[in-house]
């Protein structure tokens, strides 16, 4: 018996569960994207992009091809998607479970300043000049024109286009992970004085954190927005042991 199953992904941990369950014999893995990176990565397996039409549209797809079991593996901001998968769960009488992520936590020597949202790291940033590295995707951004008296540095995947309105910004276009030993080239390259951050968790953007606290700068790290209830694992691993307890235990393939 074939179980469908539709992971909402644009995370290394939903590429990653894909691939693995989808060489397991007897799981047809649908991958879903969101449709904002122009040039995604290749994900191993079928793929369908961009969004449903909110949590009626997810619930419709759900009966539409008949999926057996939902997995929200999508970043821990994205809130609204996962608020949608648990609605949709609920309506259409589909299984979900959830991969969350662990957040980082302050160590010693750490230097963080929390906030809300972008808002609130303007505000924490203060009036004075500072040079600042925004590590933030490119919608999150535009808070920062607010504050048009820093320099910034802002890496993306894809360009922030139209560029801020500010006098002196440098844009870099990269893709994960980044080392620790690079982070802090980069900082002292730019002169960076204050780092604003989500709380990501995981290890492939862990390095500017480590980064910041070996070179005494100022992490102002926005807080992460509530997510729904659901059975929820914290690893790649934990989630294939709970699709085995969901479906029952079957042998990965070659792996
Ligand atoms: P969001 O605010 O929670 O979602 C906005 C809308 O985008 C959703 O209502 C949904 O549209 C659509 N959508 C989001 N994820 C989708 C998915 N995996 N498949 C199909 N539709 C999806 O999401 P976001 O923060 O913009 O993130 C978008 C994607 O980027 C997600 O896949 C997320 O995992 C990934 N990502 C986000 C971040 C981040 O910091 N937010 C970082 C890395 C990767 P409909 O309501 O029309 O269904």
Known sequence: MTHRILILGGTIEARQLAGRLAARGNCAVTLSLAGRTESPVEQ?????????????????YLRKTATDLMIDA??????????????????????????????????D????????DGAGAVRALGGARR???????RQEVAAFEAAPQHFYLVRSVDPVDPPLAVPEAVYMLARGPFAEGDERALLAQHRIDAVVSKNSGG??????????????????????????????????DDLMAMVDHHFGPVAERGV
């Open 44 to 60: 191993g397996v079928p793929v369908r992009s961009g969004g449903f039409g909110g949590a009626d549209g997810l619930a419709a």
């Open 74 to 107: 999508t970043h821990p901001y994205a809130a609204r998607i996962s608020a949608n998968a648990a609605e949709a769960a609920a309506r259409s009488g589909v299984a979900i479970l959830a991969l969350r992520r662990p957040q980082w936590e302050p160590v």
């Open 109 to 116: 020597s750490d230097r963080w300043t929390l906030v809300d």
């Open 131 to 137: 040079r600042v590295f925004l590590a933030l995707g």
């Open 203 to 236: 290890v492939a953007t862990y390095g500017k954190i480590a980064a910041a606290r070996a070179l005494g700068i100022e992490v102002v790290m926005v807080r992460r927005p509530l997510l729904p209830e659901a059975p929820a694992g914290q690893s790649v």
